[in-house]
């Protein structure tokens, strides 16, 4: 397949690509949490061929992103819950789950009567989805199971030759994917996925925040968020969390014999020998957030290492979203030191 490819400097660079998607065709866009892989969310058709450009499970539904809160009505079933986190946080990293409509395909949802809502703030994302003139269905756009794409570049390795058209609207802001929450009453929001929107955040809209189980740790049972049943972020070179001090972590690395990368912080750069990423200070966990998935595919690939090792992150702020992207990439392997 032949991608076209926009290098967005003007609202009109982006119509080639609208009209891609009112033919039925699937684009590859900037958003400030990561690039996502969109086409219109009313058609059925345009579900299928994202799923199959990324190798995706049919049963891991899409996210449905919109140009303003205001046009979930015509989708979802809202609440003014939904209303507040709006008000708060919209346009913004986070996704909102409730009751479908039929209009939204099943085939966009995995079989679930609930849809996704989010509308990103990041301008090209807006822009785009207001030419397209529909609601945009999309995932992450990366081959499924891999890391998540937040530069050009990422999307080009991904998915030149498997889309229709791929836009270069520079580096995301964030880096994580967006908040996922769901609504178990209009006074408990259950959080599915941490990301740049925080529990913090969330708590000053609604008192009361529960984090899902599978957040933190490997869950067996049903998830409530279908795609965090499957292996996510994986590097092909197996990685390991190491848990402890900088003295525990140093020493236990100086003790490897295998050939390995390490992903640490700009703080412990001196200590450690031999291949090594920053992914920002000890205590700057958005900078943590917005390098990760690049250290994660630095590495990617990389036959003449044995092993992957990253330090444990903290959990506060977007830290948490930090935490459990590397768990899952790890497979859950953590070494406590
Ligand atoms: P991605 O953007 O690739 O991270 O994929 C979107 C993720 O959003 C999925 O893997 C699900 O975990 C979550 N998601 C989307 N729609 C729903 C839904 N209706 N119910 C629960 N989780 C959802
Ligand atoms: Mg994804």
Do not use: W
């Not at 799923?51 to 899409?62: E, F, H, I, T, V």
């Not at 499924?144 to 609207?169: N, W």
């Not at 599915?192 to 955040?201: C, Q």
């Amino acid at each position: 397949m032949n991608t076209l490819k926009i290098a967005y400097t003007r609202r009109e660079d982006l119509i080639p690509a609208a009209e891609i998607i009112k033919n039925g065709g699937i684009v590859a866009f900037p958003t400030e949490t990561v690039y996502g892989l969109g086409g219109n969310a009313l058609d059925a058709g345009a579900a299928k061929k994202i799923y199959a450009a990324k190798g995706r499970p049919s049963d891991n539904p899409l996210i449905v992103h919109l140009a303003s809160p205001a046009d979930a009505e015509k989708y979802c079933v809202t609440s003014e819950l939904f209303y507040k986190l709006a008000d708060a946080f919209m346009p913004g990293p986070i996704t909102v789950i409730m009751p479908k409509k039929d209009c939204i395909p099943y085939s966009c949802t995995g079989g679930l009567d609930t849809v996704g809502i989010r509308v990103p703030s990041n301008p090209v994302a807006h822009e785009f989805i207001e030419l397209c003139g529909c609601p945009i269905a999309a995932p992450s756009a990366n081959i499924s199971g891999k890391p998540s794409p937040t530069s050009f570049s990422h999307i080009v390795h991904d998915l030149d030759g498997r889309v229709d058209c791929l836009i270069d609207g520079g580096d995301c802001e964030y880096g994580v994917e967006s908040t996922i929450v769901k609504f178990k009453d209009e006074n408990t929001i259950q959080l599915l996925r941490p990301g740049a929107v925080t529990v913090e955040m969330l708590t000053l809209i609604c008192p009361t925040v529960e984090i899902d189980p599978a957040v933190l740790k490997k869950f067996d049972g049903v998830p409530l968020a279908p795609g965090m049943k499957y292996r996510h972020y994986a590097p092909s070179v197996p990685l390991t969390i190491l848990d402890g001090g900088d003295e525990e972590v140093y020493e236990y690395l100086r003790s490897r014999e295998e050939k390995i990368g390490v992903i640490c912080y700009d703080e412990d750069m001196p200590f450690i020998s031999g291949e090594k990423l920053s992914c920002g200070g000890k205590t700057d966990s958005l900078t943590q957030a917005h390098r990760l998935f690049s250290c994660l595919r630095s590495f990617d690939g990389r036959d003449d290492l044995d092993a992957i090792y990253a330090r444990m992150p903290s959990k506060d702020g977007i830290g948490l979203a930090v935490f459990n992207r590397l768990i899952k990439a790890s497979g859950f392997t953590v070494i406590k030191l």
